[in-house]
């Protein structure tokens, strides 16, 4: 007999989409407690059921209240762990639900995107003893003054990662509508394979260049405790990624995924004059006014001019143009233009900080392909490119196959 385990399980949205699906994910959880496991379940919201009421209070105020859209939004999940209780009740065992306000879980006062302070787990803990399966909303918390927050979207991963390490739990699982964490996005790839272990930086930086898994809050509280992961389909019963503390044979690999994002714009700035806080001036103004700038490239001063090229979230590229023209004239640059037929192919891997000539090799492949290089940003562990939108999807096969991820960590 295995031994008895505490074990934290977040299902998504798309796993409790519909009755047979939540009633598929009680039996899941049932069979576990029959094994003797104490179990708590973290459940996100029904389906697309935030969208939805994201789209409804628009449609009734198209600037609404931060306070009022945690108060709605907080509903979601709380109809989802009342059904699956519900389904698991039905199947015969005992199990008990829990908004974030029942359980104590006190953020700050940010709502939308609040953080979590403390979680009170004396009623999870009672509730175990008293042998229920305990279900938690996930993705909302409360204020020290009782007002109903909210983690930021996908928040339920947040959760579920900060009561596994509230409860010390022996497991995590992260239960959703694909296998695991893959190489690179297997619509794009079919040889895409699952990646049997990551890296927690490896997980964050997939997860900011592109790669929708987790959110990613949850990822560095998950390695800012050291909680292990594992991330698997709600459809099956096959092992899926682990993320985890780095161990050194994970340097052996030198990329662990290729990720592409196709959400960016480009803007650069000509002829900016060649002096001190040009460039201050520019991305102050564009902070200040909340849109965050990603990759940045200046080139070098001839005639003590340059250009100054920038990528931002393609949603953000209307308001961005015009701030960045009102600098321009006060700054005495020339024009200002737009570009977005641009894509990010970018690949990852704590292997490159051990390894040289990754860099070379990511240039080569793309280069044999007639694939030109726009930008280039690096960090410790991974490299982007930004190239011409139409070559986004050669660009992943390309690289994929060059850092042979087919045959990799598995
Ligand atoms: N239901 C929330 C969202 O869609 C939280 C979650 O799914 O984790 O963002
Ligand atoms: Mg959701």
Redesign the pocket.
């Given at each position: 007999m295995s031994p008895k385990k505490l074990i934290v399980q977040k299902f998504?949205?798309?796993s409790v989409a519909d009755v047979r699906r939540i009633q598929n994910v009680a039996k899941r959880i049932v069979s576990y407690r029959k094994k003797g496991h104490n179990l708590v379940v973290v459940v996100?919201?029904l389906?697309?059921?935030?969208?939805e009421l994201i789209d409804l209070a628009h449609k009734i105020n198209s600037d609404p209240s931060e306070r009022e859209m945690d108060m709605l939004l907080s509903t979601?999940e709380q109809i989802s762990v009342a059904l699956l209780a519900m389904a698991i009740h039905k199947l015969g065992s005992e199990a008990i639900s829990f908004t974030g306000l029942q359980v104590g879980i006190i953020t700050d006062t940010s709502h939308t995107r609040a953080r979590i302070i403390k979680i009170n787990t004396d009623k999870i803990k009672e509730a175990l003893r008293q042998g229920k399966i305990v279900i938690v909303a996930g993705?909302q918390g409360v204020t020290l003054n009782q007002d109903i927050t909210t983690l930021g979207?996908?928040g339920?991963d947040l959760t579920a990662v900060a009561l596994a390490k509230e409860l010390k739990a022996d497991e995590c699982e992260i239960y959703t509508d694909v296998e695991g964490i893959y190489t690179t996005d297997p619509h794009i790839e079919p040889k895409a394979r699952k990646i049997e272990q990551i890296t927690y930086d490896e997980m964050l930086e997939m997860a900011s260049l592109g790669a929708q898994v987790m959110q990613a809050r949850s990822i560095e509280v998950a390695k800012k405790f050291d909680v292990p992961i594992h991330v698997r389909s709600s459809f099956s019963n096959n092992r899926g990624t682990m993320i985890i503390r780095e161990v050194k044979k994970m340097e052996d690999v030198l990329v662990t995924g290729v990720t592409l994002n196709r959400k960016e714009a480009k803007i650069t700035i000509c002829d900016v004059p060649d002096r001190p806080g040009v460039a201050a001036r520019i991305f102050k103004e564009l902070a200040a006014n909340g849109i965050s700038v990603d990759m940045i490239v200046q080139n070098v001063s001839h005639l003590r001019q340059t250009d100054i090229s920038f990528t931002v979230n393609k949603a953000d590229i209307a308001k961005a143009l015009k701030l960045t023209r009102k600098v321009a004239k006060n700054i005495c640059a020339g024009e200002v233009l737009r570009d977005e037929d641009i894509a990010r192919v970018s690949i990852v891997g704590v292997g490159m900080r051990s390894h040289h000539g990754v860099a070379a090799t990511m240039f080569g492949a793309l280069a044999e392909n007639k694939i030109n290089i726009e930008m280039i940003s690096t960090s410790d562990i991974s490299i982007s490119c930004i190239i011409k939108k139409k070559f986004i999807e050669k660009a992943v096969k390309v690289l994929h196959k060059k850092f042979r991820l087919v045959n990799k960590r598995g």
């Open positions: 998504g949205g798309s996100s919201a389906g697309d059921t935030t969208d979601g993705f979207r996908g339920s």
